[in-house]
């Protein structure tokens, strides 16, 4: 198997299979950080929009190209200040995704990666509205209290950072 896109002697040309390794790798952690937290049932929007966030994190904060089991402990505090509500997240992907696309790593890791990018920002789940006034009009009980339609990444941040906080 070939990491990030790098080809061997016979290259990708030669027929051989390229396995976006990295991306795998992030979104299987970004996973096993959203179960533990048991915070959303797997098979909902919510919790591949919280998955999909953490994977673009831990991806694209992957800057040395090492992606190892043994550095995600050490990892989770640089993800908790990526993923804070005060910071410019979407900025921040933005960024990176086109830092490496200029650095020639536009293999099959970063094509998941953008077309991730591409579900979160494109998709709008219905979601409570956060900044309805408490005890305003149809504010009747947690369930059905006013919904707005939210992008996903502004439901998947908040989640996946939660998701870190819990583990």
């Known amino acids: 198997m070939l990491h990030r896109g ?10 051989e299979l390229v396995v976006p390794m990295a991306w795998l790798y992030a979104e299987y952690i970004a996973d096993e950080l959203l179960r533990t937290g048991d915070l959303m049932p797997p098979t909902s929007f ?3 929009a919280g998955r999909d966030a953490l994977a673009l994190t831990i ?6 190209g090492e992606l190892s089991g043994i550095r995600v402990v050490t990892q989770l505090e640089t993800w908790l ?3 804070a509500y005060d910071q410019p997240w979407q900025d921040w992907v933005r960024e ?8 020639g790593s536009a ?4 094509a998941l990666a953008r077309a991730a990018w591409r579900w979160l920002e494109e ?5 409570p509205d956060l900044n309805a006034v408490p005890g305003g009009p149809g504010a009747l009980g947690e369930d059905d209290g006013p919904k707005v339609w939210t992008p996903a990444w502004q439901l998947g941040l908040p989640l996946g950072h939660l998701a870190i906080h819990l583990f």
């Open 96 to 103: 990176r995704m086109a830092a490496l696309s200029t650095e």
């Open 59 to 64: 991806f694209l904060s992957d800057t040395e």
């Open 81 to 83: 200040s990526l993923t």
């Open 6 to 15: 790098h080809q061997g002697t016979d290259g990708a040309d030669g027929g």
């Open 46 to 48: 919510e919790f591949r």
């Open 107 to 110: 293999g099959p890791d970063l």
């Open 123 to 127: 998709t709008e789940l219905l979601a």
